[in-house]
């Protein structure tokens, strides 16, 4: 959640600050965004601020940032007052909208608070739509249709987020109220499972099930749906008058022609003639692990670390590959895993997550602390990345990122698929 919180405040901090915080105050913004301890932020608010010399004035956005930040981790901890003074003390009005919105996102997420987050949900939309239209608040930088745009795109979060939380407070028809206006905006063509999933179930909930149909089998064509979306997909396709059989077909010819898109996409994307690096790493036990070993089988790389956001928020859909998958050898390969107890923070981790994973340790070398054998070899810029290497040795697909599990299961299924007909 951290992560992702420092991930949106980059997006959605007012114009100005979108090309200032692209400075050297990233790593410490992100460090701390992910500290646990607020009472450690206002420290380091206060010295960042001293040491860079941040002036009241011509450096507002940024000390804007170290509020923010410093106020999501009181809420954290659910100091909601200490939150309040941190967010009262933004000065710009955009940023403290987008503090108010990100602290609502983090209370439904966590299932947490929910009265609060809602009550600061609604804030976020009363005090964003107290300024949008107000010429006074557009920086003199900026045109005043880029400024409608950018207000009209920082409208789909605000909204969304209020709606998912009235949702979670079981206040439905509320909730479809800001849903709409979500949409309104137009920023929804590339929705993400997470949220269509929720959309749907608040359309359901609302008695709109042609709309969730249309959602719901939108989403199944483009390979993006959710197992609760099949189920309800299934579920509609019956009410409207089709048997059992019939919507289990439906469902499976959208999969078949997916995956068959799917395998022409990523067939595309597949390396040749490069053999896959050599490597020996220690699993968690000791115990050293060679690429050698796994000669004619395919092999399945995960470089990921503890402190990565998305590397974690992939993991459950890596372990449904994982069970998938047994012909397949899959290596979790934990990377530029910082700190002073790097194996046992890792240890920690799969212990509390209890995935049964191969997991091994890329361990920075002692005349080079910043280098990590592994990733160096794989060329790995950016974590998580998964590689997949042929039965022959040959590295055969490599890609970073993460948008969603669906679209994870989907892509290495057909990855996995080719380097099985390899």
Same mark, same amino acid.
């Given at each position: 959640?951290?992560?992702?919180? $420092? ?75 200490? $939150? ?75 909204? =969304? ?170 290596? $979790? ?63 055969? =697909?490599?890609?970073?990122? $993460? ?20």
């Amino acid at each position: 959640m951290k992560f992702i919180c $420092f991930v949106i405040l980059i997006c959605l901090l007012a114009p100005v600050a979108l090309a200032q915080s692209l400075s050297s105050l990233d790593v410490r913004l992100k460090k701390m965004s992910e500290e646990k301890d607020p009472a450690k932020n206002v420290v380091a608010m206060q010295a960042t601020i001293k040491e860079f010399k941040l002036d009241a004035i011509k450096n507002a956005e940024q000390i804007d940032v170290l509020k923010g930040i410093t106020a999501l981790s009181f809420l954290a901890v659910n100091d909601t007052g200490n $939150f309040e003074r941190h967010i009262a003390s933004i000065k710009n009005k955009f940023n403290q909208t987008s503090y108010l919105n990100m602290g609502a996102d983090m209370l439904v997420r966590g299932k947490t608070g929910l009265n609060y987050a809602e009550v600061i949900a609604k804030r976020t939309v009363d005090l964003y739509l107290s300024y949008k239209d107000d010429p006074t608040a557009r920086p003199a930088d900026y045109t005043k249709s880029d400024w409608d745009r950018f207000m009209t795109m920082a409208a789909y979060p605000y909204h =969304f987020t209020y709606a998912y939380v009235l949702h979670a407070n079981s206040k439905y028809v509320d909730a479809l109220v800001q849903m709409d206006l979500a949409f309104k905006t137009g920023f929804d063509d590339m929705m993400m499972p997470e949220t269509a999933e929720l959309c749907s179930d608040i359309l359901m909930k609302n008695g709109k099930d042609e709309r969730a149909y249309d959602l719901l089998l939108m989403m199944a064509t483009m390979g993006r749906s959710t197992d609760k979306m099949d189920v309800w997909l299934k579920q509609l396709h019956v009410k409207r008058g089709a048997d059992g059989s019939a919507a289990i077909k439906l469902l499976d010819s959208l999969k078949a022609n997916v995956q068959k898109q799917q395998l022409a996409a990523v067939a595309k994307t597949m390396l040749h003639d490069v053999a896959a690096p050599a490597f020996t790493l220690k699993d968690l036990n000791g115990k050293p692990v060679s690429l050698a070993d796994f000669k004619g089988k395919v092999v399945v790389l995960d470089f990921w670390a503890t402190w990565c956001g998305p590397c974690i928020a992939a993991m459950p859909g890596m372990a449904t590959l994982v069970k998938k998958h047994p012909e397949v050898v899959f290596l $979790f390969i934990a990377t530029k895993q910082e700190g002073a107890t790097p194996l046992a923070d890792v240890k920690a981790f799969i212990q509390k997550s209890k995935y049964n994973f191969k997991v091994l340790m890329d361990s920075a070398t002692k005349d080079k602390p910043k280098l990590y054998p592994a990733a160096a070899a794989y060329k790995v810029s950016g974590i998580p990345t998964k590689v997949v290497i042929g039965k022959n040795g040959g590295l055969l =697909f490599q890609t970073s990122g $993460f948008a969603s599990e669906p679209r994870l299961i989907s892509e290495m299924d057909a990855m996995i698929t080719l380097a099985n007909q390899q």
